[in-house]
Nanobody, 118 residues
Framework: VQLVESGGGLVQAGGSLRLSCAAS????????GNWYRQAPGKQRELVAG???????NYLDSVKGRFTISRDNAKTTMYLQMTSLKTEDTAVYYC?????????????WGQGTQVTVSS
């Protein structure tokens, strides 16, 4: 299973972007998912997560600005980013979790660049 991410790009500070993440070639119901980011010279960090029960959690620095969600069919995950800051510049990666019975499968996207200019 390959994941396709989209929605990244260049935006001015204060602007908004919406990232999407979905499986390519076949769809499955997303059990849970996370968005991560990695800026140059820094470690990858968890930005936001959504559980099977739709509980969400966020990195402190993005709380109130970013929103993670899934579509009703639970085949696509989103990250709505508003009030973007230059420090949000990074490559953003999605991870989708699929459960088949007791077995857990985690799939990763290829990453999408988000650049916020001042």
């Amino acid at each position: 299973v390959q994941l396709v991410e989209s929605g990244g790009g260049l935006v001015q500070a204060g602007g908004s972007l919406r990232l999407s993440c979905a499986a390519s070639g076949s769809t499955f119901s997303i059990n849970a998912g996370n968005w991560y980011r990695q800026a140059p010279g820094k470690q990858r960090e968890l930005v936001a997560g959504i559980t099977s029960g739709d509980t969400t959690n966020y990195l402190d620095s993005v709380k109130g600005r970013f929103t993670i969600s899934r579509d009703n069919a639970k085949t696509t995950m989103y990250l709505q980013m508003t009030s973007l800051k230059t420090e949000d510049t990074a490559v953003y990666y999605c991870m989708l979790r699929r459960m088949i019975g007791p077995l857990r499968y985690d799939y990763w996207g290829q990453g999408t660049q988000v650049t916020v200019s001042s």
